[in-house]
């Protein structure tokens, strides 16, 4: 949601949305995903699928609409997801991942099981 604006809106933004994380850059804009912000979390075969709650749906959806042409990195527990340069707004408010590391696949795991105490562990 940030590029180089005002200290006040940083502030601002961060005391209105402190579930994402914000980096002024020319050409990147870094979101830090939080467990609040994960609706549902999908993985099959090695590709995840996160599904975002309406206010952080939202959110990416303002991102991507004010940041064409830069870099989007997103992440979660610290640990990169998405690396991509935005080309579109994304309205669907699910981020697909089909590289994820072996960490981020355990961090997305064990949040699945608090998530879903049906889950089976079985991808």
């Known amino acids: 949601m940030l590029?180089?604006?005002?200290?006040?809106?940083?502030i601002l933004?961060?005391?209105?949305?402190p579930v994402w994380a914000w980096c002024g850059g020319e050409s990147?804009?870094?979101?830090?995903?939080?467990?609040?912000?994960?609706q549902d979390?999908?993985?099959?075969?090695?590709?995840?699928?996160?599904?975002?709650?309406?206010?952080?749906?939202?959110?990416?959806r303002q991102?991507?609409?004010?940041?064409?042409?830069r870099m989007?990195?997103?992440s979660y527990a610290g640990l990169t997801a998405v690396e991509m340069p935005i080309y579109a707004r994304v309205d669907?408010?699910?981020?697909?991942?089909s590289d994820a590391s072996p960490e981020?696949?355990?961090a997305l795991r064990a949040l699945q099981r608090v998530s879903d105490p049906a889950y089976s562990g079985t991808d």
């Open 13 to 17: 933004a961060c005391l209105l949305c």
């Open 104 to 106: 981020l696949l355990s």
């Open 28 to 38: 990147a804009v870094f979101l830090e995903l939080s467990r609040e912000d994960i």
């Open 41 to 60: 979390i999908a993985i099959r075969n090695g590709t995840v699928w996160i599904k975002l709650n309406p206010e952080a749906k939202s959110a990416l």
């Open 92 to 97: 669907s408010g699910v981020i697909q991942i």
């Open 3 to 10: 590029n180089r604006v005002s200290s006040h809106f940083v």
């Open 63 to 69: 991102v991507t609409e004010k940041n064409f042409g």
């Open 72 to 74: 989007l990195h997103v």
